[in-house]
């Protein structure tokens, strides 16, 4: 089905994406919900208006004229599935449903993807951090010095993880102000922990899970089964981190400074329908001790073959030293994660615990099993003491002001001949100097 | 001032507190912000559309049409302490103010307290939950067997916390179901976990506290100095535990489903201002190290003597065993807290991290040096093995299905021969039986 939108061979956006977003544009500040076709951004609040959306049978498309995805989330996934369905058939050639021909809504409803400014496509309403990968686990557990074996024993039994901030969720683009905290003395040091800036500062990549459909109730649970109709969709995450802060006060009761100065996503949330042709199984692990039956996975494919990508660069810092060449530090794959996010899912509600739409689940860092493919500095430095080369041949271990980290994420495929990607687009931050 | 409203001499709300919540009633189930004196519950939006807050300067009064205080909460300090002396004006005896002629107004805005419902009076961001007093922290410590001393090395340092889960707060009198989750192996037992409801259900008493102002921008942060302004005012919060399952899943990430069950909170938030006449110092603490410069109080009296005190009765099973008369289980002060909100406040966002009108603060279990002033069955029975005896005579270790927890607080004093109490109401749950 090709559109007749122009669409680069490459791009992450095939007309078998059709992510959800929302942005605003250099002529209204107002936020719209629209989704992106190639290198085009489709306004769906003006489709909906256009009436575009009329023939999609139980859809009320005024979920479009809100300033966040989060009503459009909460349809069920029926609704969901006929209006993304919808979406591809306006934007395909020759289609019955198409808008090729209708030029003055086009105009309306399209703008160029490098006008428009993104924003937070949902309101978060709470946001949790878990942990799924058994190399990064097993990493940090050692690196962090957590008292006990490297991989908590709580780990093969439940995906852990622990309740995240909110509000300091930012969409990509959002420049991360370096966190100060209390940094703890040196080993054998006899004064006490000093207060000032971070000084290993770290990104971590993630997938994040945005919750659509009704949720559960107080008292209720959700089963690993409900993961399609209660996940909307997945974006990218970049947990930022303040190793030293957060090795200080994580015990007992888990990251808090550490981690809550910034949270970035990226700003497409990509359906898990159009994630479906790249379903593929979990790692195969041994020596698994049995799991509980309300972790039990009823779909034998229930992760998803995604490249991931990260680079640094220093842009401010380093450009002037002459240095501008993205440094590659990461390739790394979501089916690396040792848990699926329906498991995440039934986890997380299986004490009774509520999720609303626009909810949102981080996987925890995806590092695989080869060198390249961890997903943090705090794993590809070893804890700062093996450093890592610059693409202009400088060593480095932990982030610097000016620098620039960027995830990209895409499941690549040819559909006859033409380009199936469906891709994320970019998750970026930039490093702010602390505080004086 | 005496008010021309009744007021017992033991109430909680005299005249000199002027709480603020949210509620409805039997005719309609629309939600309006209110405040109580005495038995009497005052229908703040009534009152707005009454023109009763037209001379409040700078006011827009407006926000008393909102389903919750939040864009209350986020006015500056010195409105919402004009808005509360008005409202004090309003129902005194003989003010110039004074709507005790105005028959019609009164009929429309007042409701005996026994005929409205409450509602949650914010919509909560985000909830943190710190874990500020000593005595908690080294008791749980030691009976959690969290690895390393009972106090753990960042608590004389810092106001330990962790993020809380916002979705399962709920009003007093929501009924709390007992979670279900992965239950540790016993000790040296060569089975794994089993998954089935807690055994170990526990309350906590705490105070948590309530974000107002603009708070800060991400990056940016506050000071203890901001308390006045950025605390909108406090209610009681019941932080539900599941022992054995928090147990098991919280290293090293902190509690999880051991705590997102539910978490109840008392229909009234008491501002700063009314609890000035009840201001006192932290606890002396012998042998404490420097603290950093950030977590100075500048306020020589930051925390507030309030007593609390704690009941349970099984209501439905024991009752049929003929006993119906409550436990008195704890008699607290919130003065035994050793880090104040102002301390909670700039730690929290010394990171950068955001803070919204409504977000929530919980003190942690306010468990004092007395057996009696112990705030949790963990540190009443030693974890379970020391049972207490109910006013029944029976012997009891966790909290039995039907069991209902009381919370309440109060400072006392009188003004002028009146009641001059500043108290919160009750803040109460009932113990569901878990799912099967």
Redesign the interface.
């Known amino acids: 089905m090709p559109s007749f939108l122009p669409i680069d061979p490459d791009s992450d956006f095939s007309i078998h994406n059709i992510p959800f977003g929302v942005f605003s544009t250099a002529e209204s500040a107002e936020k719209r919900c629209g989704t992106r076709i190639g290198d085009t951004v489709v306004d769906l609040r003006e489709l909906c208006r256009g009436k575009a959306f009329d023939e999609v049978s139980g859809f009320n498309s005024s979920v479009f004229e809100q300033s966040t995805l989060n009503d459009f989330a909460a349809q069920p996934l029926e609704i969901r599935r006929a209006v993304r369905s919808h979406i591809q058939a306006l934007f395909t050639l020759g289609a019955s449903q198409s808008l090729e021909h209708n030029k003055e809504l086009l105009d309306k409803a399209t703008y160029d993807a490098d006008e428009v400014k993104m924003h937070l496509p949902v309101r978060v309403?709470?946001y949790t951090d878990f942990?799924a990968s058994e190399y990064h686990t097993a990493n940090a557990?050692r690196l962090?010095k957590?008292?006990?074996p490297p991989l908590?024993?709580?780990w093969n039994?439940?995906p852990?993880?622990?309740?995240?901030?909110?509000?300091?969720i930012?969409i990509s683009g959002?420049?991360?102000?370096r966190?100060?905290?209390?940094r703890?003395p040196a080993p054998g040091s006899t004064t006490?922990?000093t207060?000032g800036p971070t000084a290993s500062l770290d990104m971590e990549y993630e997938m994040a899970a945005i919750v659509g459909g009704q949720g559960n109730q107080?008292?209720?649970?959700l089963s690993t089964g409900d993961v399609m109709e209660n996940i909307f969709g997945l974006a990218i995450m970049n947990d930022w981190s303040?190793r030293e802060?957060q090795g200080?006060?994580?015990?007992?009761?888990?990251?808090?400074?550490?981690k809550?100065?910034?949270t970035t996503v990226s700003p497409w949330i990509v359906t898990l329908d159009a994630l479906q042709p790249f379903k593929t199984n979990l790692p195969q692990r041994e020596n698994v001790?049995?799991m509980?039956?309300?972790l039990h996975e009823a779909d034998a494919k229930p992760t998803f073959d995604i490249e991931l990508d990260m680079t640094v660069v220093g842009e401010f810092i380093l450009a002037a030293a002459g240095e501008d060449e993205p440094t590659h530090v990461m390739h790394s794959n979501l089916k690396h994660l040792a848990y699926s996010f329906g498991q995440m899912l039934a986890?997380?509600t299986?004490?009774?615990?509520?999720?609303?739409a626009g909810?949102m689940l981080g996987s925890g860092t995806i590092s695989g099993p080869e060198p390249k493919s961890l997903a943090c500095l705090l794993e590809i430095t070893e804890r700062g003491t093996k450093p890592f080369r610059t693409s202009g041949g400088q060593e480095r271990v932990w982030l610097q002001d000016g620098d620039r980290v960027d995830m990209t994420a895409v499941a690549k495929r040819t559909v006859g001949g033409e380009n199936g990607n469906v891709g994320f687009g970019v998750c970026s931050g930039v490093v702010?100097p602390a505080?004086v």
């Open positions: 309403g709470d942990c557990g962090m957590v008292p006990g908590p024993p709580a039994h439940l852990i993880g622990y309740h995240g901030r909110a509000s300091s930012v959002t420049p991360i102000t966190p100060r905290g209390l703890p006490g922990p207060f107080l008292g209720e649970s303040a802060i200080f006060e994580m015990i007992p009761l888990g990251p808090f400074n550490g809550n100065f910034g001790p049995p509980a039956s309300y986890h997380h299986v004490s009774g615990c509520p999720m609303q909810d702010k505080l």
